[in-house]
């Protein structure tokens, strides 16, 4: 086929000469491997220094807002998945959370468990990927490849529960839809049990790395006030001396009943940084030893629910669906047409393992959500970008961008 | 007769819903019920005019005239102790009576409570902006922007963010199209070929599971593959793929079963 010709202006290998004085303007991305996705950074440089820095965004924009607007709710599920892939049960989380509290369901405690189960692995794979990912662009190419490795028996354990390995939509509106499967106990703990060992073997790889500590200490400061202002949350909040965790300080499910810690630091570096994602591993280990017995507990007691009772808005049990005509007739109609929550709005946050996740639903009593916006904590660790990068070097924009732990799948939304 | 579809609000709308059903409420509290918002709403009556405030899902929400956003969110700031912006976005309602909704959705850590500041404002009507209080405003704005063509005044960078910046259209307004949107089909091939090359190129296939269900020709051609648009005579050469030793591609050698290893064992 002839070729077409086209209007595309030609340029000099993303570097501009059109200048009298010495700024350099270097593009860097939107494919470029380490920037985590598709993430564009116009950089202003005096010779290696970067004087202005202004990240381009929107790559990987899908609408999903707008898609919100024309699903159900049970529709949009699965398309929170595609938001932060690296944890996608989070995403989940902070939906099901949401229209729970505007249409007030309470969940029945073993499936609130399951849920904190799923949470803290989610939690344990976004780390544990932030840190392979991290380590590699660092050069710690072993770190990454052992890191794999842990995230791997993660995500089996996952993908025995829901059969995905990363998009599980493992949680529902009211609930989760199955109990664990046999092996799932039997597995966290084996995992569970070598991941201290695992922890420390990255720890000694990493703490005392003559490469490490110079890419990362002293490197990317944010000073509390510029984290705060920026609406920075999660580790890179904890890390700036802050010591909030939704978690913690506003609890839902059952994180007042489970003891942990939150490990904050004020040295405001992208080591600080990494130690407290390290920390936040062991932290969420701790949970996941708890919540074992929590289920177990729930089993000797013969709490068998996992779904709320409330005819209105979830769908009854499988039996009785296919046993009573009631049941199968509301059943229908939640699938067909959805389930419409009363008028009004809420703004739910949760802690997902990039910083606060928040769903803001404004419902106007139909089967679709009026406006639903998201709130995804990447978006603004990327806008930080542009008053952090300016007095960093060029290797510096790397190890940067690989602390503040965004995913664009959040950012573009 | 065509079905009359309302240009105003071009979403999706159930099918069906009962002529007698009225929509229940999530209920609302007083802002007295609750100490810590009750002191909060007191400092900033003092100061500016609330419209409205209740407390609804744990969180209060407080209504103000648009001109007071931001002497508003620097009390909250610097007296109240609402040290972050958590979000900042609008709600369309233009269908409705033509404004907007804002709501800004504030977080105190010291007193782990959450308010959302909201007030109208008319279609083509801008927002302060509040960027010099927040830098977290900065984007928000933007994305603000680029979703419903809200301007701020004041921001110091009022462009797109999400969308490239010569898109046409505001996407969450309730009157951009979710099919059809001749601008949005052809952006890409516009811009890059020009409109002439249109017929030659043909619309973008954004619904990428999409298969042509009535061609049975351009499919599974495995070898005698043909380029999009062209006729199929059926007497098209093959193409053969060239090993590297007769001069082809680089390392797709051919086969010698003699010093090649042969795996039998499937399960390995």
Redesign the interface.
């Known amino acids: ?1 002839a070729q ?5 202006t030609p340029f000099f290998e993303n570097i501009t000469f059109d200048r009298d004085d010495n700024e350099l303007i270097l593009n860097f991305g939107p494919q470029h491997p380490s920037a985590h996705g598709q993430l564009r950074l116009m950089l202003h440089l005096q010779q290696e220094m970067i004087v202005k820095a202004h990240p381009d ?2 790559y990987l ?1 899908r ?1 999903m ?2 898609m919100a ?3 159900i709710y049970n529709e949009f599920m699965p398309t929170t998945d595609r938001m932060d892939y690296i944890a996608s049960s989070s995403n989940n989380y902070g939906f099901a959370l949401a229209v729970e ?2 249409i ?1 369901l309470e969940v029945p405690r073993r499936a609130k468990v399951i849920r904190m189960m799923l949470l803290e692995i989610n939690r344990l794979m976004s780390h544990l990927f932030w840190l392979a990912t991290t380590a590699l662009d660092i050069g710690a190419m072993t770190v990454f490849l052992f890191a794999f490795r842990e995230r791997e028996y993660l995500m089996d354990i996952i993908e025995g529960y829901c059969g995905a390995r990363l998009t599980h939509a493992a949680i529902r509106i009211g609930g989760v839809p199955l109990d664990i499967q046999d092996t799932f106990i039997a597995q966290l703990k084996d995992f569970l049990d070598k991941l201290p060992q695992n922890i420390k073997d990255y720890e000694d790889l990493l703490d005392t790395n003559r490469i490490w500590l110079m890419r990362m200490e002293e490197v990317g400061v944010i000073p509390t006030d ?1 984290a ?4 920075c ?1 999660g580790p890179m909040l904890r890390a700036s001396g ?1 010591a ?1 965790d939704i978690r913690k ?2 609890p839902y499910e059952l994180y007042d009943e489970v003891e942990f810690n939150v490990p904050y630091s004020d040295k405001c570096d992208n080591f600080a940084r990494y130690r407290i994602y390290m920390e936040e591993m062991r932290e969420s280990a701790k949970i996941l030893y708890q919540t074992i017995d929590m289920y177990n507990e729930c089993v000797e007691k013969g709490e068998t629910e996992l779904m709320a009772h409330a005819p209105k808005y979830v769908s009854a049990p499988k039996l009785d669906i296919m046993t009573q005509n009631y049941s199968l007739m509301q059943h229908f109609v939640l699938v067909t ?2 389930m ?10 949760t802690e997902s393992p990039k910083g ?1 996740l ?1 769903y ?1 639903i ?7 959500p ?2 639903l ?1 998201l ?1 995804a904590p990447s ?2 660790h990327t ?2 970008l ?2 952090l990068l300016p007095g960093h070097y060029i290797p510096d924009v790397v190890s940067i961008i690989g602390t503040t732990n965004i995913v664009f799948g959040e950012v ?2 | 007769m065509r079905a009359y579809i309302p240009k105003d609000d071009v979403q999706a709308k159930a099918y069906y819903t009962d002529r007698y059903y009225v929509a229940p409420q999530v209920p609302k509290s007083e802002v007295e019920t609750d100490e810590v918002f009750a002191s909060d709403l007191e400092a900033i009556k003092a100061k500016f005019e609330v419209k409205e405030a209740f407390i609804q899902v744990e969180q209060m929400v407080v209504y103000i005239n648009a001109h007071d956003i931001y002497g508003v969110l620097e009390l909250m700031r610097d007296e109240l102790e609402y040290t972050q912006l958590s979000e900042l976005s609008a709600i369309d309602w233009l269908a409705k009576d033509n404004t907007f909704e804002i709501f800004y959705q504030m977080l105190s850590m010291k007193k782990r409570k959450r308010i959302r500041i909201k007030y109208f404002i008319q279609n083509g009507q801008a927002v302060d902006s509040v960027e010099k209080l927040f830098r977290s405003a900065d984007w928000s704005e933007r994305e603000m922007y680029d979703m419903f063509g809200i301007e701020a005044n004041g921001h110091p960078f009022m462009k797109r963010i999400l969308m490239p910046y010569d898109w046409q259209g505001h996407p969450l307004l309730k009157t951009y199209p979710l099919q059809g949107d001749e601008f949005a089909s052809w952006y890409e091939v516009d811009k890059i070929y020009g409109k002439e090359a249109r017929e030659e190129i043909g619309p973008e296939i954004r619904d990428t599971a999409r298969v042509d269900r009535y061609d049975s020709q351009r499919f599974a051609r495995l070898g005698f593959e043909v380029p999009k648009g062209t006729e199929i005579t059926g007497e098209e050469e093959r193409n053969v793929d060239s090993y590297q030793e007769e001069e082809g591609v680089f390392l797709i050698k051919k086969l010698n079963k003699e010093t090649s290893k042969i795996i039998d064992d499937p399960q390995r």
């Open positions: 086929m077409i010709k086209n209007r595309l965004i929107g924009h609408g807002e707008k607007e024309n699903m509290k505007l007030g510029m705060l202002s920026w609406g949350t802050v909030w300080e506003e047409q959805g419409r929550p009363p008028v009004g709005e809420v703004y739910v946050a606060e928040g803001y404004n419902s106007q009593g139909g089967p679709y009026y406006r916006k709130r978006f603004w806008g930080i542009t008053d573009d939304r």
